[in-house]
Structure formats: structure tokens, C-alpha cells
């Protein structure tokens, strides 16, 4: 069965950013090497609309893009909304329905590489909460924002096992597994 690994940037008081690129002052080669080696581990990446459209826009810039998003457009794309008619983004398919159901058939299909999702919104917490989420890995920047999208939700609860750390210049990406009852 497929895993499916979250990948969130977040300050250090746990706040996940509506546009987390101001946070690319924070980046390091080494880091962004292992952020496109995660990106070449999965061949298929999940999203919901707001994440989508604003990685959609940053792929639209052929000037000045960042490596990983070479690798981004190659992957399918499953696009979780209700609200999207239609995606130009190549490779993108809109999702309806039952979040659950259609993320359990993607983890069950055979003879593929692992499902990313990145950011954590409204579709992180659902599959979170479905108990659908293998891997979380966090990269804290060092920052301390104070206000802002706390990357639970309030009242929502998870255990979580501490599988690896990374050390860079600047960052460090804790890797965790939930541990659902």
C-alpha cells in the first residue's frame, strides 16, 4: 500500500502560512535537495484548491522557479474542491466527494510510488482525522509569528511518534508517524 507523507513549512510557534514563500529566505541547498529527493520518492501529489492555485500560479513562472517545481509539474495532481471547475495545471484532476474513500482507493493502488500532500488545511485535518496520514513531516523556520493558522485545529488531538530528525543551516524537518488508536 502506498503511504501518504504531509509535508508542511511552519514557524516555530506552529503556525502554517497562507503563502509560505516569504520562508525561502530560510532555505539552504542541502535542504532543498532533500525537499526535491521527497519529491521524486512520490508520484503523486494530493491538494486542496487554495495550495493548488497557488502552486499552480508559481508553476506558471518559467523565470526564476524553484528546482522542485520541475519535478511538481511532471506528477499527477489530485485537486480536492468543490468549489474548482476546471485546472490548467497539466496532469490535474479536480476530486469531489468522499475525501476518505477516494484518498483510501489512491493509497490501494498498486505498483506506485507514495502520495504527497503539502500544506495543511482543511484537506490535512480530514485525512488526519480519517486516520489516512502515514507520515507528517514538519520543517520549522525560525520564526515566531504569534498570530495566525495553528497547524491543529482547536479541539483536534493526535499522538505522534518522532521517527527522524534533519538538521540544516537554518531549519529543521522533524519527521513523525500518527499513532492512531
Same mark, same amino acid.
Given at each position: 500500500?502506498?503511504?501518504?507523507?504531509?509535508?508542511?513549512?511552519?514557524?516555530?510557534?506552529?503556525?502554517?502560512?497562507?503563502?509560505?514563500?516569504?520562508?525561502? #529566505?530560510?532555505? &539552504?541547498?542541502?535542504? =532543498?535537495?532533500?525537499?526535491?529527493?521527497?519529491?521524486?520518492?512520490? /508520484? @503523486?501529489? *494530493?491538494?486542496?484548491?487554495?495550495?493548488?492555485?497557488?502552486?499552480?500560479?508559481?508553476?506558471?513562472?518559467?523565470?526564476?522557479?524553484?528546482?522542485?517545481?520541475?519535478?511538481?509539474?511532471?506528477?499527477?495532481?489530485?485537486?480536492?474542491?468543490?468549489?474548482?471547475?476546471?485546472?490548467?495545471?497539466?496532469?490535474?484532476?479536480?476530486?469531489?466527494?468522499?475525501?476518505?474513500?477516494?484518498?483510501?482507493?489512491?493509497?490501494?493502488?498498486? #505498483?506506485?510510488? &507514495?502520495?504527497?500532500? =503539502?500544506?495543511?488545511?482543511?484537506?490535512?485535518?480530514?485525512?488526519? /482525522? @480519517?486516520? *489516512?496520514?502515514?507520515?507528517?513531516?514538519?520543517?520549522?523556520?525560525?520564526?515566531?509569528?504569534?498570530?495566525?493558522?495553528?497547524?491543529?485545529?482547536?479541539?483536534?488531538?493526535?499522538?505522534?511518534?518522532?521517527?527522524?530528525?534533519?538538521?540544516?543551516?537554518?531549519?529543521?524537518?522533524?519527521?513523525?508517524?500518527?499513532?492512531?488508536?
Amino acid at each position: 500500500m502506498r503511504k501518504l507523507i504531509e509535508y508542511c513549512l511552519v514557524s516555530a510557534d506552529g503556525i502554517v502560512l497562507d503563502d509560505p514563500f516569504p520562508f525561502k #529566505d530560510y532555505l &539552504d541547498d542541502n535542504y =532543498l535537495r532533500d525537499r526535491v529527493g521527497l519529491f521524486e520518492a512520490c /508520484d @503523486a501529489v *494530493l491538494f486542496g484548491r487554495t495550495t493548488f492555485e497557488r502552486f499552480a500560479r508559481l508553476s506558471a513562472a518559467r523565470h526564476g522557479r524553484p528546482r522542485y517545481l520541475t519535478r511538481l509539474d511532471a506528477m499527477t495532481k489530485y485537486v480536492f474542491s468543490s468549489k474548482l471547475e476546471t485546472v490548467a495545471w497539466n496532469n490535474s484532476t479536480i476530486v469531489r466527494g468522499d475525501v476518505a474513500a477516494e484518498v483510501t482507493r489512491l493509497k490501494h493502488e498498486h #505498483d506506485r510510488g &507514495d502520495l504527497l500532500l =503539502l500544506g495543511h488545511g482543511l484537506l490535512g485535518q480530514t485525512l488526519l /482525522d @480519517a486516520r *489516512l496520514l502515514d507520515v507528517i513531516d514538519l520543517t520549522i523556520h525560525p520564526v515566531v509569528l504569534g498570530h495566525g493558522r495553528s497547524f491543529f485545529r482547536e479541539g483536534q488531538a493526535a499522538a505522534l511518534k518522532l521517527v527522524a530528525t534533519r538538521s540544516y543551516s537554518k531549519l529543521v524537518k522533524l519527521t513523525y508517524e500518527p499513532q492512531y488508536p
